[in-house]
DNA sequence: CTATTTGCAAAGTATTTGCCACCAT
DNA sequence: ATGGTGGCAAATACTTTGCAAATAG
């Protein structure tokens, strides 16, 4: 079942990956799938990004423990992403802060577009 | 009741506001705050924002039909929030679309942190 | 037999909608 | 009367939790 899980791609929804697994046969429960995305997301299997409209989805970066800070280009269709990093946008995001004199520093930066296989 | 609305400070969820508005003595109904929030986001009147976990929150901007591109760094203990720009992170952002080809870019970019006053 | 995993169903929480009452014109 | 605004409550949608059956060790 892990394994079912694991091997969904791209950006979905828990809902999502549970209708995609019920059509592929798998007779999963609904808890399973989010008890499971969870756990990877804690044990950083999985990136969790909350796409403009609020939906929560979930995305398997393969079984390297690589933790290093990063962010996504992800394809509004088909849910595909690149792991991209910014150096640029790390130091703006901290500049503009202390500037401010925020403290306690995080950001969240996705990049959302229509990646070249489904512009078509 | 708009107005009562529009008092309201800081980036702040639509359930917080309403239970606000009831402590301060105001009879408002969820719905109303719901209705308005939306108006006001479609007037351009709101900002919206999605926390990093999933929550939707919003501010007012003022009365200025102020629509440029802008961002956010938001105090996360108080809601308070400076409207930011970064052409750094503009430019970031679509050279890094533009290297995948990906097209139709779109981006969210927050910051978040504690505020001076906050962090005491 | 005990511990873990899983699926179902129930409970929660957040948001949207339907509908009727109320206010000012 | 008429149109718009507002409140309650019901309906949706998504996620979490409780619990007992199934499985593994």
Chains 1, 2 share one sequence.
């Not at 999502?16 to 299997?45: K, W």
């Not at 640029?88 to 925020?102: F, K, N």
């Amino acid at each position: 079942m892990r394994q079912a899980l694991l091997e969904q791609d791209g950006f979905r929804s828990a809902q999502d990956i549970y209708a995609s697994l019920r059509v592929q046969g798998h007779s999963v429960g609904l808890s399973t799938v989010y008890r499971h995305l969870q756990t990877f997301a804690g044990e950083g299997l999985a990136d969790v990004i909350h796409t403009a409209d609020g939906e929560t989805t979930y995305r398997f970066c393969g079984d390297v423990g690589d933790s290093k800070h990063h962010h996504h280009l992800v394809c509004r269709r088909c849910g595909r992403a690149e792991e991209v990093q910014g150096r640029a946008v790390e130091r703006w995001a901290d500049e503009v802060a202390r500037r401010h004199g925020y403290v306690q520093v995080e950001h969240t930066v996705e990049v959302f577009g229509v990646c070249a296989a489904c512009a078509g």
